[in-house]
């Protein structure tokens, strides 16, 4: 079955760094993946989209890599800010609008 | 912005009760969705809907059931309430095929006692 895999435990990073959140799927060839942010007690807020056919993708401090052989995305915030703490969602989805979500890994931004 | 509001933030109901929750948004969006979230695991697909009066079950329909008579509403309705599902509800719309991204609701936090 399909499988989204993304850190368990809480990423703890350094303000000013980057941070970079991993996210492997099996089993499943999306046609794009999206990331969300996650504060505790909301609903996720979309933060970036990236196709199969896209390497790299930027927003701001944001930098989101696909590479589809290695089954893979990864999530960098660059210059990283305590209020970057939350938890990050990845969602790999397919042509039927359809998002299969990992658990989430949890960013703790520390001053 | 989008908004997709939510009626309650927390609600807390007997076993047994029947439950509705309401989600409405406000863009024109045909896509509606209903997620539930448990610690540990990504959202899980209840029901979704791409148009008013059809439904689409997800993958733990069990024991819920929607209604969507109209484009901006969507309710999820749970028959008999019970304690596992306790969580957390969230209700999503997507315009087209969402490779703009969701827009969630704030969430239900629906404890079954």
């Known amino acids: 079955s399909q499988k989204i895999e993304q850190n368990s435990e809480a990423l703890n990073i350094q303000e000013g760094k980057t941070a970079t959140l991993t996210c492997n799927y099996t089993n499943y060839s999306p046609a794009y993946l999206q990331w969300y942010r996650q504060d505790p007690g909301r609903g996720p807020v979309f933060l970036l989209l990236?196709?199969?056919n896209e390497k790299e993708k930027r927003k701001e401090r944001l930098k989101v890599t696909f590479d589809t052989t290695l089954k893979q995305s990864l999530f960098h915030i660059t210059a990283s800010q305590p209020a970057d703490s939350a938890t990050y969602l990845c969602a790999p989805g397919g042509s039927n609008y359809q998002l299969i979500w990992g658990a989430g890994t949890k960013l703790i931004i520390k001053p | 912005d989008v908004k997709v509001t939510q009626s309650s933030r927390y609600l807390v109901k007997r076993t047994g009760e029947k439950v509705f929750l309401e989600c409405v948004q406000d863009m024109d969006h045909e896509n509606m969705f209903w997620y539930r979230q448990d610690p540990g695991l990504g959202l899980r697909l209840i029901y979704f809907s791409y148009d008013v009066k059809m439904k689409e079950k997800g993958d733990i329909p069990e024991g819920y059931s929607v209604s969507r008579e109209k484009k901006e509403r969507f309710s999820l309705i749970l028959e008999s309430a019970s304690t596992n599902q306790t969580s957390m509800y969230l209700c999503a719309s997507i315009w087209g095929r969402g490779d703009y991204g969701y827009t969630f609701g704030s969430g239900t936090r629906l404890t079954v006692v």
């Open positions: 990236i196709r199969e």
